[in-house]
Nanobody, 121 residues
Framework: QVQLVESGGGLVQPGGSLRLSCAAS????????VGWYRQSPGKQRELVAG???????NYADSVKGRFTISRDNAKKTVYLQMNSLKPEDTAVYFC???????????????WGQGTQVTVSS
C-alpha cells in the first residue's frame, strides 16, 4: 500500500534551518500534489505548503518567505526547506498526497507518521 515516510526533523535554534523529506512508495508520485502540514499541541493541523504536480507552490502566510517546498519525482520525494525558524514553528510535520481544485489543496487519505521539529534556544 501507499507509504509516506517523513524525516529530517530535530532540534534547531531560532534562526536556524532544517530540511524535511517525505519519501513515497507503493504508489505513483508525479501525478499527485503534495502538502506539508504541521500540528502542535492544542492546535489544529494546518497546511503550511503545497506543491502541484506541475511544480507550482503555495504557502501559508505564516511561513511564506521562509519555507520552500520542492519535489524530486525521480526519487518520489518532496522536501520542505525551512529557514529562519521560529519557536512557533515547533510542531510535528506531516506530508500528504493530494490534489488541487481551482484554488485549494485537497488532501487524500495518505499520511506519513510525522517528524518532530523543535525550535528552541
Amino acid at each position: 500500500q501507499v507509504q509516506l515516510v517523513e524525516s529530517g526533523g530535530g532540534l534547531v535554534q531560532p534562526g536556524g534551518s532544517l530540511r524535511l523529506s517525505c519519501a513515497a512508495s507503493g504508489t505513483s508520485f508525479s501525478g499527485y500534489a503534495v502538502g506539508w502540514y504541521r500540528q502542535s499541541p492544542g492546535k489544529q493541523r494546518e497546511l503550511v505548503a503545497g506543491i502541484r504536480n506541475t511544480g507550482s507552490t503555495n504557502y501559508a502566510d505564516s511561513v511564506k518567505g521562509r519555507f520552500t517546498i520542492s519535489r524530486d519525482n525521480a526519487k518520489k520525494t518532496v522536501y520542505l526547506q525551512m529557514n529562519s525558524l521560529k519557536p512557533e514553528d515547533t510542531a510535528v510535520y506531516f506530508c500528504n498526497l493530494g490534489t488541487y481544485n481551482s484554488v485549494s489543496y485537497v488532501p487524500y487519505n495518505y499520511w506519513g507518521q510525522g517528524t518532530q521539529v523543535t525550535v528552541s534556544s
